[in-house]
């Protein structure tokens, strides 16, 4: 392991197990937001390849 790593490591394990709980809901917060994120993304994307297929179409 790095260095890095193990210093977090090393940090997460000195803290409470309250503060390691939050700390596990908080990085499960942001991954759903970013998977969230992702699928409007790509809903967007759909959108606008159907938009410009609809334009092409169109001329």
């Known amino acids: 392991m790095s260095t890095q790593v193990e210093d977090l490591y090393r940090r997460i394990q ?17 991954l759903k937001s970013n998977l969230e994120l992702q699928e409007e993304l790509a809903a967007w994307d759909r959108l606008s390849d159907e938009a410009l297929e609809l334009f092409d179409k169109a001329l």
């Open 14 to 30: 000195s803290l409470a197990l309250s503060e390691r709980l939050e700390l596990i809901n908080r990085v499960f917060a942001d």
